[in-house]
């Protein structure tokens, strides 16, 4: 099955918008990442969170983490159409080796 | 500071042919990790290298896929023969010597297409 599920799949909003995606996930963590990958190019990291974390910021960026619930939230703020890209999260599960699983995505439009 | 660069970019083979791809990690970084993402599905580990040991190779679909590292330094991918189903982006990320920020430094992948 699965272990990270981002909702929602597609997402299109207008410039000056905040945007929330949500990742869901079923085992044990000992972190979670998100990554952005603009189309037809790498997986850029944006932000890791721990297990023993419950909120990070980094710029626009706002990670939650909430373990009692398998879930994690990107909030980006003040969105600008450079956003535009696909946003992944992905766990380290506590008893592998560094092994990121991850989701199917959520596609994000950002709309001058 | 180069970052993760792979080879070649887009491939496009025949079913039943070679194809090898080759993956610069960050220099100076141990680990080198091997993804794929098939269309329409999510990204996928296949394996990861610490030096030029396999440190976890669970990913790997079958022994059609080869990996090595030799030297520890850059990586190859062969898959012999190619299927269909092998079509993808196979994505190459590295990270330093203790992984524990957990972050990984992607390259920008190498597309196969296989017909």
């Known amino acids: 099955s699965q272990q990270g599920e981002e909702d929602p799949q597609a997402l299109s909003i207008q410039e000056g918008e905040n945007a929330t995606m949500n990742c869901s996930y079923k085992t044990s963590i000992n972190n979670l990442q998100w990554y952005r990958q603009n189309s037809g190019r790498g997986l850029v990291h944006l932000i890791l969170?721990?297990?023993n974390e419950r909120e990070k910021h980094s710029g626009r960026l706002r990670v939650t983490l909430d373990t009692s619930k398998k879930s994690s939230s990107l909030l980006i703020t003040a969105s600008r159409a450079a956003d535009t890209a696909s946003y992944f999260c992905a766990t380290v599960r506590m008893d592998s080796n560094y092994q990121l699983i991850w989701g199917a995505g959520t596609k994000l439009i950002i709309k001058p | 500071e180069a970052g993760v660069t792979q080879f070649p970019s887009h491939s496009v083979i025949e079913k039943g042919q070679t194809v090898t791809l080759r993956c610069d990690p960050i220099?100076?970084?141990?680990?080198l990790y091997w993804y794929r993402r098939v269309m329409g599905k999510e990204i996928k580990f296949l394996l990861h290298f610490v030096k030029e040991s396999k440190q976890d190779e669970s990913g790997m679909p079958n022994n059609r896929f080869l990996a090595e590292r030799t030297g520890g330094t850059y990586s190859t991918l062969k898959v012999q023969p190619a299927e269909l189903e092998d079509s993808g982006v196979y994505f190459c990320?590295?990270?330093?010597?203790?992984?524990?920020?957990?972050?990984?430094?992607f390259g920008e992948g190498s597309r196969l297409t296989v017909l």
């Open positions: 990320a590295s990270s330093p010597r203790d992984p524990n920020t957990g972050e990984l430094f």
């Open positions: 220099s100076g970084h141990d680990n």
């Open positions: 969170i721990r297990s």
